[in-house]
């Protein structure tokens, strides 16, 4: 058996000790040595949090005296914590002295951490790289911070996959997929708002704080106790009784548990496969879930259990109660056989079929039963022997199949649905309320209602023929029938919209007033229940549907009943800069999503201020589609980066009828952390050009005649050897696959490759004497783009010589920009004030051609940016242009005296582009749909000329060229 303990006071502690030992340690050690922290604790004393998204965590922390600043006030938020930081931070934090030799050929014994490695590497929480590196000056990644985490607590690996659902779980390295799923699992790490885990992002001490104050409250709030009996054998007292608080899982066959209360739920799961599982005396408050176990079989002995629940996906799985089990609710959502054997107690009061069960799936019931209820359609259930007391074929019910079997008896038969009864059992009342009915054998009394026929015995009966001696059957019948009861819901409930995690009421009114009002969920993984009065509480559990049953009985009424579907939804949101987008999945059919935003705080509208008053979208799932995308880009003024808002949803039909609460979201838009990064670069020389590969986030940048990159960062070094020197570099690029670079140099273009240290020239074939002023790259073919003066040349991956591409453009015109979607191929080049392109590779065609409006004559383009969806962005004449097909030239205006001079596109968010947008009064965004900018003016963003940007689309992340100087733009999630 293998215990989970979750939340343990042991281990639980030192988690509080590390957190407060690292934490302290954080303010004090830099990559080269200590500094010793500031003592006071006052968040105003810290000039650099004010407004930080972890701000609110920051400052939780100062208060209590977890962490502290450095001398000069500031606490450095953003500042990257390294390998070397981090171990140093366990050691320190956990008292581990114990050393063990190290030989990573990267650290030196004169390094100030290398002692500090060698104590973690005899702790065994750390490792190097394959090529024997430790790279202890690298940013500590997420992955890397939650191996040495789960390795310093000794958390087991758990068998839930907290992964599952992360759209980037598969990028979680392979080494690191137990430690990253472990640490999700006890809420160590987080995922992020756009449904990513981010197992390569590196950990700021923003991040830290945030991350550990994380593990701090598990330790405050432990988490019930897990129990796994994945092993056979026999588990619990041999007398007297064990209590186990929390759930149960059984994932193995041959297991019996005895003497033993379960305060939560057990499962059976699939893991069992065909084997047997034993209870004895064993009492379960929650829920019994059976999704594995065969045909010899799950057996229940002196066993009380509150409901159960089978699905098993061959149906092939049989259950036995004994001696004085008990069990108040049976729901079968699979086939299975239930059996009685030697009961003294209720047995298996109360069975329900529920769900989509196949046809060739057989249930079949042995023993006595007080209520037998068949909601599922085309089910085929067997009578073996016994008696059924009620037996309800409901309206959902079509087309069951239904034999008892010779001895058996039942005692009252409700046909509210087609059905075939067979057999040679008895039915001694028959109450038939459906056409298609048909019973071979002949019930003692019969009961048709009104304008109904059915064949019972072989022969077509109606109300007026049947030999009917007993009423109660839905009326039709020469005796007195009884009355009906009657319930009717607040409003029209049906395809109700529901959050997982939240409930909400359902009222109903029913008659006779004092009728007791039930109720079933036929999916209790999506929405579970409960019922006070007249009013059904539902639970949202996980996304998907959920059909709720209701029934009034009273006892001399016939019953009534009301079936509606629920929704449940978890919508997640994505963040842009002036936007935000919210996926509804599994909504209903043709439904309208109203949407209203405000100002954070703002007072809370109600449901018919936001359908009068807010935007809407329709889907019509009739139409093919499983979700609705919202965004907010329609709202005037724009959004602004980093700002909260309150954002309500309603949800109705097409007909206008209410299928929601009101659904509220506090969202934040996108934000950049900004910061100057120009360590290690040359002083006095303007940087010309940026360059970025989204894969492995190295920048480049063109200083004069030389190239310099950064990998973390923060710090730039020279790239290679072998440009010619005193002649100035045009132009740069980046094949991301790959990761070779390109840079332009007068006439010729050289690369240098990832695994080179020495730039070299590329092929042969270019004009001499004219100068390459623009390049391009397709990284999915490899070919390369060249403008030499008014012609673009070519060379493909691994070719040694450039051709010219096509013909058709304009002569004694320079080529100003190059542009290339990667999706399609297509490449695009400015000429003066018109911009070109080739689909084939063979002839250029002015735009205009393909549906594209021009923009105004006589204006010179200098930058060119193609979206995905094909809409081309130029800088003209120092102003925006949008070119979009077959509509007119969009000019969104700047600000009075504002000009443009570089652009880029921003990816994120949902459905739709944000273009970023470099000028001479800094950096501007576009919402693309709007046509309206947003100046971004937080958290240190720059305000002179920004003279050239680009941006990683992978990250987010943006570098800009302000006046000669680089600074790097981090998102804030």
């Keep these: 058996m293998i215990e989970m303990l979750v939340g343990t006071k042991k281990r639980f502690s030192k988690i509080s000790a590390l957190i407060i030992a690292i934490l302290m340690l954080i303010s004090s050690i830099s990559a080269t040595a200590l500094a010793a922290p500031t003592d006071t604790t006052t968040a105003k004393q810290f000039t650099d949090i004010k407004g930080h998204w972890a701000e609110k965590e920051i400052n939780d922390w100062i208060s209590k005296g977890l962490i502290a600043g450095y001398e000069d006030n500031t606490f450095r938020p953003d500042n990257p914590v390294t390998r070397a930081e981090f171990v140093t931070f366990t050691n320190r934090s956990n008292n581990l002295t114990k050393t063990a030799d190290i030989n990573f050929k990267d650290v030196k014994s004169t390094d100030w951490f290398y002692n500090e490695i060698q104590k973690a590497k005899a702790a065994n929480i750390v490792s190097g790289y394959d090529d024997n590196t430790f790279r202890p000056n690298n940013s500590i990644t997420r992955e890397e911070a939650a191996a040495i985490l789960t390795r310093l607590l000794k958390l087991q690996p758990v068998t839930q996959d907290a992964l599952k659902g992360f759209k980037d779980a598969s990028q979680v390295s392979d080494w690191a997929k137990d430690a990253v799923n472990t640490a999700v699992y006890y809420g160590l790490i987080k995922g992020y708002p756009d449904n990513t885990v981010g197992p390569d992002n590196p950990i700021t001490r923003a991040e830290t704080v945030v991350i550990l104050n994380r593990a701090l409250n598990l330790e405050q709030t432990p988490a019930p106790t897990s129990t796994i009996y994945d092993k056979a054998g026999t588990y619990g007292p041999q007398t007297g009784m064990n209590t186990i608080n929390g759930d149960v899982t059984i994932s193995a066959a041959d297991v019996t548990l005895q003497n033993t209360t379960i305060k939560g739920n057990l499962l059976i799961s699939k893991a069992v496969g065909d084997g047997n599982v034993t209870l004895k005396n064993v009492i379960i408050e929650g829920t019994t879930t059976i999704n594995g176990g065969g045909e010899h079989s799950i057996v229940l002995e002196d066993c009380t259990l509150a409901q159960i629940i089978v699905n098993k996906d061959d149906g092939k799985i049989r259950l036995v109660a004994k001696g004085a089990t008990k069990a108040d609710s049976v729901t079968l959502q699979s086939g299975a056989k239930l059996e009685e054997d030697n009961i003294t107690g209720k047995g298996f009061a109360n069975i329900s079929i529920e769900g989509t069960i196949p046809a060739n799936v057989q249930i079949t019931l ?153 109720a079933i969920s036929d999916n209790t993984n999506i929405a579970t229940l409960t019922v006070n009065g007249n009013i059904v509480t539902v639970k949202g559990i996980t996304e998907g549907t959920a059909n709720i049953t209701v029934v009034a009985h009273k006892d001399g009424y016939t019953d009534a009943k009301y079936t509606f579907k629920v929704i449940v939804g978890n919508p997640i949101y994505a963040k842009n800069l ?142 290679g050897t072998g440009l010619p020197t005193g002649e100035g570099i045009n132009y740069l690029a980046v094949n991301s696959n790959t990761g070779t670079v390109y840079a332009a140099v007068y006439d010729s273009v050289y690369q240098k490759t990832t695994d080179g240290t020495t730039w070299s020239s590329v092929g042969t074939g270019l004009p001499t004497g004219i100068e390459v002023n623009y390049l391009a790259v397709n990284s999915n073919t490899g070919t390369v783009y060249a403008a030499v003066y008014d012609s673009v040349y070519q060379i493909t991956n691994g070719g040694t010589t450039w051709s010219s591409v096509g013909t058709g453009l304009p002569t004694g015109q320079g080529v100003n920009c190059l542009a290339v979607n990667p999706n399609t191929g297509t490449v695009y080049a400015a000429v003066y004030d018109s911009v070109y392109q080739t689909t084939n590779g063979t002839t250029w065609i002015n735009i205009n051609v393909d549906g594209y409006p021009s923009i105004p004559p006589g204006l010179k383009i200098s930058s060119l940016a193609v979206e995905p969806i094909d809409e081309i962005d130029v800088i003209a004449n120092n102003t925006l242009y949008c070119l979009l097909k077959n509509t007119n030239c969009i000019e969104p205006i700047l600000p009075n005296g504002v000009n443009s001079y570089s652009l880029a596109i921003n990816p994120f968010g949902g459905g739709y582009y944000e273009i970023i947008l470099g000028t001479s009064d800094g950096v501007y965004v576009l919402s693309d749909p709007v046509w309206d900018y947003a100046k971004i003016t937080n958290n240190g963003a720059p305000t002179g000329t920004v003279s050239y940007l680009v941006i990683n689309p992978k990250t987010g992340t943006v570098y800009a060229i302000v006046s000669g100087n680089i600074y790097k733009a981090v998102p804030i999630y």
């Design 366 to 518: 042995t023993g006595n039963y007080d209520n037998v209820k068949v909601n599922a359609p085309g089910v085929s259930v067997e009578i073996a022997s016994g008696t059924v007391n009620n037996l309800t074929v409901s309206d959902t019910a079509k087309d069951s199949k239904i034999n008892i079997a010779d001895g058996a008896k039942v005692s009252t038969l409700t046909a509210n649905a087609a059905a075939a009864i067979t057999g040679k059992g008895t039915i001694e009342t028959a109450s038939i309320n459906a056409n298609n009915v048909t019973i071979e054998q002949k019930p003692i009394n019969t009961n048709i209602a009104s304008g109904i026929t059915a064949v019972i015995g072989g022969q077509a009966t109606t109300s007026s023929t049947s030999s009917n001696t007993v009423g109660g059957g839905g009326g039709g019948s020469s005796s007195t029938s009884a009355p009906t009861s009657t319930i009717t819901p607040g409003v029209d409930y049906n395809e109700a919209y529901i959050l997982a995690n939240k409930t909400r009421d359902f009222t109903f009114n029913i008659k006779p007033s004092d009728a007791i009002l039930t």
């Design 578 to 719: 002036t936007y935000l987008t919210f996926l509804f999945k599994n909504l209903g059919v043709n439904q309208h999503i109203y949407h209203m935003i405000l100002p954070k705080g703002s007072s809370a509208p109600s449901i018919s201020d936001v359908i009068k008053t807010g935007s809407y979208n329709i889907i019509d799932v009739s139409k093919g589609y499983n979700y609705e995308m919202v965004t907010t880009w329609w709202e005037k003024p724009l959004l602004q980066p980093g700002t909260e808002y309150d954002v309500y949803f309603v949800i109705t039909d097409f007909n206008g009828n209410v299928k929601s609460e009101l659904i509220s979201f506090n969202a934040k838009t996108l934000d950049y952390q900004w910061q100057p990064i120009n360590t290690g670069l040359p002083t006095g020389i303007e940087v010309n050009y940026l360059a970025v590969n989204p894969n492995t986030g190295t920048v480049y940048a063109a200083v004069y005649d030389s190239v310099y990159q950064t990998t973390d960062g923060a710090t730039w070094s020279s790239v």
